[in-house]
């Protein structure tokens, strides 16, 4: 049988699914993805074990198939071939054969049989919203994640269902980010799920415009947007309690441009330790004044005026740890709090009006 595809097509839905495929597995057949066709629809479908990508199309066939390949030189061949090129696709035992053109390709297949499925999920909590508001929401608060922490479970963001409310809260010990948006479902239980950082990574990619339906299981998540179907176990553990890290009321606050200190505590940083990253804030009535130096003794130093209230003081940071939520955060001024130069900084935006996706963020000091 013969399946005839449009190239842009099957680029969109191999590039949707690449992501979780590895090039090397402990399985072989884990390197490949699995295509799927039914009369004038196609599915691809990769998985790793803990994240499956299910992305639907449409192509040209009078029957059903099926195939695995392997999905980094399907991806390679396609994306190479000319726009608008037709393939066309004919399989005979263990080979599958390509054609677009004058040109031919034959790739090795193994047993459909071999590659793992995963199981549809039943009994699960159901929201909806906009991909756009999901995508601010991760992008708010994914770069706090752990990596590779021997505490498995701040490998991961915080989902936090609640009735009209989802919130997502990353954490690394150090530093902490906190973001919500308003949903629609008010009936729906309380339920805190954490999805696991390469997930959270290959959600960011597919998330673009259009709705988002968010499906909630015993042991995973199923994420369904536009013609992708997102499947990602979840990590098993308890989450900290993140409102009791959330300060409030602190006594001093710093309100300065977003991003003249972002400007200036890149500029300082270039002279800061490089292991250790770190500056100094000098918080005064008239500013703030920035400043780092490093094991060659050399110094950097930049003044902001700034409209700051209370006590002056200095406190040092990981520089790295006040640019991130500097650089997903739209406003054009921010609020520094601090409670005094051993307590932990909370940052967050002058809102203009009610925000789609409010985010607070929390850094701890260091030792400088």
Not at 28 to 40: F, H, K, S
Request: proline fraction near 5%.
């Amino acid at each position: 049988m013969t399946v005839e595809f449009s190239r842009e097509e099957l680029l969109k839905r191999l590039q949707a699914t690449i992501g979780v495929v590895e090039r090397r597995q402990t399985m072989p057949v884990l390197a490949n993805v699995l295509i799927e066709i039914e009369g004038d629809r196609f599915r691809i479908v990769g998985t790793d074990l803990e994240i499956e990508l299910v992305a639907e199309g449409s192509c040209q066939s009078d029957g059903a198939t099926s195939w695995t390949v392997s999905g980094r030189k399907l991806l390679d061949i396609v994306r190479s071939l000319p726009e608008q090129a037709r393939i066309q696709c004919t399989s005979l035992e263990d080979r599958l054969t390509l054609r677009a053109g004058r040109s031919r390709f034959s790739l090795a297949t193994l047993p459909v049989s071999d590659f793992p499925r995963t199981a549809t999920p039943e009994g699960s909590t159901r929201i909806s919203l906009q991909q756009e508001s999901l995508k601010l929401l991760l992008e708010r608060t994914q770069f706090s994640m752990a990596h590779q922490d021997v505490r498995y479970y701040l490998n991961g963001l915080l989902l936090d269902l609640q009735p009209g409310l989802l919130r997502a809260v990353g954490t690394d010990g150090h530093r902490l980010s906190m973001a919500e948006v308003k949903i629609e479902e008010t009936a729906i239980e309380a339920r805190q799920i954490i999805l696991p950082r390469k997930g959270i990574l290959e959600l960011q990619k597919l998330l673009d415009k259009g709705p988002v339906t968010i499906q909630v299981s015993m042991n995973q998540a199923t994420i369904l947007l536009d013609g992708v179907r997102f499947t990602s176990k979840l990590v098993d553990g308890r989450f900290p309690d993140y409102e009791k890290v959330m300060p409030n009321h602190l006594p001093r606050s710093l309100v300065v441009d977003r991003q003249a200190l972002r400007v200036g505590l890149s500029r300082a940083a270039i002279l800061s330790n490089e292991k250790f990253r770190g500056v100094r804030l000098g918080l005064e009535p008239r500013g703030v004044v920035i400043r780092a130096h490093n094991a060659e003794q050399e110094e950097a130093e930049e003044f902001l005026a700034a409209d700051y209230h209370g006590e002056a003081m200095e406190i040092g940071f990981n520089v790295a740890y006040l640019l991130e939520p500097l650089g997903v955060l739209p406003n054009e001024q921010v609020r520094l709090e601090f409670s005094d130069a051993n307590g932990s900084c909370l940052m967050t935006g002058v809102e203009e009006g009610q925000p789609v996706v409010p985010s607070r963020h929390v850094v701890m000091p260091m030792r400088l």
